[in-house]
């Protein structure tokens, strides 16, 4: 039997999960008491997401309710041996926790877990917690992309996301990228031909997550005139001087085509291209006006790469601890491998790397919570950086697990896999350590204007 089907609360961040009679829901429910969040004892290893837990008590009674979720749900580590959990049912389950709304003001429930200007850091610890059990919990928590469509979405489209993505559990995606070109926004291709009343959307994205498991996604196209689309023909050069624009398409709209293919890791999500037809899409699933493609990707983006990059450290800092805890049992001649000087120097730089790293992102994120401030180079730069790190701990850890640390038992060489394509997912290291560079050397601040948000 897959272990995670019956999966009983083993091990946790510091307390053990409710053990529960069997047919009780799983999970505490919104309202529920839940036991404190006091991670403790020598092998826990999270100062930099305690210390901001510690800035924030009132964050407290929710990041137990995340943590009793986790150990309830994800006990372990997930390894690719333990056979994959049931992701999309546990994102339901969350759901029902009342853990998939809690960080937008328009989709919380009337009693909000989460305190308000608190949003993102409340999201960036779910993150942090769901990393240490699996980079693949990244889409249980939290209105994930669907933030976009309710942050700037018609009534009609913020209902249908609210209905499906917060209360129902379901998944949104995003699409972005196409074959031709992921990092170079200005090189999308998929064009929105504007009919007046309706839009229709021809084109290919890709490769893109969640191709089989999202109800619906947050589509990165340029929206042009049937003219325009009737009489250019010069391979979408002039595309690239027509602003970007986004909309929300339920996955079900007829002339919505998917593939799939199997990636390095996340492999717990689908992977492919998605192929528009004709697509007949409202106006009403225009989210902002016509060209504001690019700010909401830059807002939206900024949070998102350092929920990323949470998940990412999370997974760094479970991977040091069961380092550590191996480097102790484990002899080497006369003595342990915590003896071995050049050892206790790999692991602390790791420590001190993904330390930094965490207390970079939580820094940012407060900021966007407190001032309403999106560093977009920053938070571009810290996405890189954590990501870079977390993978560079986990590498080490493997590393110090030996052989073991090489087969499909230990949680090792799916991490490493896993954050291998965060690296590039969400913009590729290298061009996001660019944006801070750029932003740097032309003396510019932070902070990019944010689209009008629509009223919920
Ligand atoms: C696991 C995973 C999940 C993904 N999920 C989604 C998704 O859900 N939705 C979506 O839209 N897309 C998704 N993507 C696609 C992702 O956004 C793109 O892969 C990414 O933006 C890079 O685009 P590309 O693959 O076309 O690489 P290219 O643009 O061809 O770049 C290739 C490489 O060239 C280098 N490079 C490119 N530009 C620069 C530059 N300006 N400066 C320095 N170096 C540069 C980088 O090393 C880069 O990795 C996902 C990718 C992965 C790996």
Redesign the pocket.
């Known amino acids: 039997m897959d272990r995670h089907a019956a999966a009983q609360p083993r091990r946790g961040d510091g307390r053990r999960g409710v053990r529960r009679l069997a047919g009780e829901p799983l999970g505490p429910r919104l309202g529920e008491p839940v036991h404190s969040f006091e991670p403790s004892g020598p092998h826990v290893f999270l100062s930099e997401s305690r210390a901001a837990l510690s800035r924030h008590p009132a964050l407290k009674d929710f990041a137990a309710r995340v943590t009793d979720f986790l150990d309830m749900h994800l006990p372990e580590p997930v390894t690719e041996e333990s056979g994959r959990p049931p992701w999309l049912d546990l994102r339901r389950r969350a759901a029902e926790a009342g853990l998939t709304g809690f960080d937008l003001a328009c989709a919380r429930d009337a009693v909000p877990l989460v305190p308000p200007g608190l949003e993102r850091v409340a999201q960036g610890l779910a993150m942090f917690l769901a990393g240490r059990r699996d980079c693949d919990a990244r889409e249980i928590f939290s209105t994930g992309h669907g933030a976009m469509a309710l942050r700037y979405g018609t009534p009609l489209v913020v209902q249908a996301v609210r209905d499906r993505v917060v209360d129902g559990g379901e998944l949104a995606?995003?699409?972005?990228?196409e074959p031709h070109?992921?990092?170079?926004l200005r090189g999308l291709r998929t064009v929105a031909v504007d009919h007046g009343d309706h839009l229709l959307l021809s084109g290919t994205?890709?490769?893109?997550?969640?191709v089989e498991e999202a109800t619906g996604f947050v589509v990165?196209c340029k929206v042009v005139d049937p003219e325009q689309a009737a009489t250019r023909h010069d391979g979408g050069v002039w595309l690239r001087e027509v602003p970007l624009s986004a909309l929300w398409l339920p996955t079900q709209t007829v002339g919505v085509l998917s593939e799939t293919t199997v990636?390095l890791?996340?492999r717990g999500w689908s992977?492919g291209h998605l192929h528009f037809d004709n697509v007949r899409v409202g106006k009403d699933c225009l989210l902002g006006a016509p060209g504001d493609g690019r700010r909401i990707f830059d807002t939206h983006f900024s949070g998102w790469r350092l929920m990323m990059a949470l998940v990412c450290l999370g997974a760094a800092t479970a991977a040091i601890e069961e380092t550590m805890d191996r480097a102790r049992r484990r002899s080497v001649g006369r003595t342990s491998l915590a003896n071995v000087p050049s050892v206790v120097a790999r692991l602390g730089i790791a420590a001190a790397e993904v330390q930094a790293a965490t207390a970079w992102c939580f820094s940012l994120l407060e900021r966007m919570d407190q001032e309403g401030d999106v560093d977009v180079a920053a938070c571009s730069a810290a996405k890189a950086l954590a990501t870079d790190m977390a993978y560079r701990a986990v590498d080490i850890g493997l590393q110090l697990h030996g052989s073991e640390g090489y087969t499909r038992c230990v949680p090792m060489e799916k991490r490493l896999r896993d954050i291998r394509?965060?690296r590039?997912?969400?913009?590729?290291?290298?061009?996001l350590y660019?944006v801070l560079a750029q932003s740097l050397l032309a003396g510019s601040g932070p902070g990019v204007p944010l689209v009008t948000q629509r009223k919920p």
Do not use: C, E, Q, W
């Open positions: 995606g995003v699409a972005s990228s070109s992921g990092s170079d994205k890709g490769l893109v997550s969640r990165f990636p890791g996340l992977m394509g965060l590039i997912a969400d913009g590729p290291n290298d061009t660019s």
